[in-house]
T-cell receptor
Framework: GESVGLHLPTLSVQEGDNSIINCAYS??????FIWYKQESGKGPQFIID?????DKRQGQRVTVLLNKTVKHLSLQIAATQPGDSAVYFC??????????????FGSGTRLSIRP | DSGVTQTPKHLITATGQRVTLRCSPR?????VYWYQQSLDQGLQFLIH???????AKGNILERFSAQQFPDLHSELNLSSLELGDSALYFC??????????????FGEGSRLTVL
């Protein structure tokens, strides 16, 4: 079945360092990937997305890398700040354009920032 | 504020009971997604509605049902509740103007506790 999984359940990073959160997916038909951030007590919030015809996309302080060969994507956060503390989810979809899409979420990585 | 409103925010009920969770999507959004998040778990996709029609189903139990009304608000009905149904239920909306960007806007969730 479809599954999107994360390599590490928790990640502790020194403030100011870069964070790298990894995610593996199993559905070869997936053509769209998204990263979400969920702060405590809130709903997930969109960070960045990438389509399968790309291997890298950059946003403000964040970069998503996609390796379709090994079905892996990662989220890089530059100069990690205390406000980056949250649970990060990767998500995938393989029918986004049909309006019949499922967006399947992984299990999440908790990012904590050391002062 | 995502623009998605979910009610109630908290709900405590007993096993065997039935509850209805309500979601008002962002103004103009045609798609509504429902997700279940158990303690320290990822988001499990339940169901997706687009402009009043069911478009995709996930691992939604037969005891659960949903619908999207002509005004685009949605309800998730949970019946014959069991202890394991205790979770945070999120609604998310997308597809403003018919353009599916894949970015979901989440509400703050309805926390259901079954005793």
């Amino acid at each position: 079945g479809e599954s999107v999984g994360l390599h590490l359940p928790t990640l502790s990073v020194q403030e100011g360092d870069n964070s790298i959160i990894n995610c593996a997916y199993s559905n070869s038909a997936s053509d769209y990937f998204i990263w979400y951030k969920q702060e405590s007590g809130k709903g997930p919030q969109f960070i960045i997305d990438i389509r399968s015809n790309m291997d890298k996309r950059q946003g403000q302080r964040v970069t998503v890398l996609l390796n379709k060969t090994v079905k892996h994507l990662s989220l890089q956060i530059a100069a990690t700040q205390p406000g980056d503390s949250a649970v990060y989810f990767c998500a995938e979809s393989h029918s986004l354009y049909s309006s019949a899409s499922k967006i399947i979420f992984g299990s999440g990585t908790r990012l904590s920032i050391r002062p | 504020d995502s623009g998605v409103t979910q009610t109630p925010k908290h709900l405590i009920t007993a096993t065997g009971q039935r509850v209805t969770l309500r979601c008002s999507p962002r103004s103009g959004d045609l798609s509504v997604y429902w997700y279940q998040q158990s303690l320290d778990q990822g988001l499990q996709f339940l169901i997706h509605y687009y402009n009043g029609e069911e478009r995709a189903k996930g691992n939604i139990l037969e005891r659960f049902s949903a619908q999207q009304f002509p005004d685009l608000h949605s309800e998730l009905n949970l019946s014959s509740l069991e202890l394991g149904d205790s979770a945070l239920y999120f609604c998310a909306s997308s597809v403003k103007g018919g353009v599916n960007t894949g970015e979901l806007f989440f509400g703050e969730g309805s926390r259901l506790t079954v005793l």
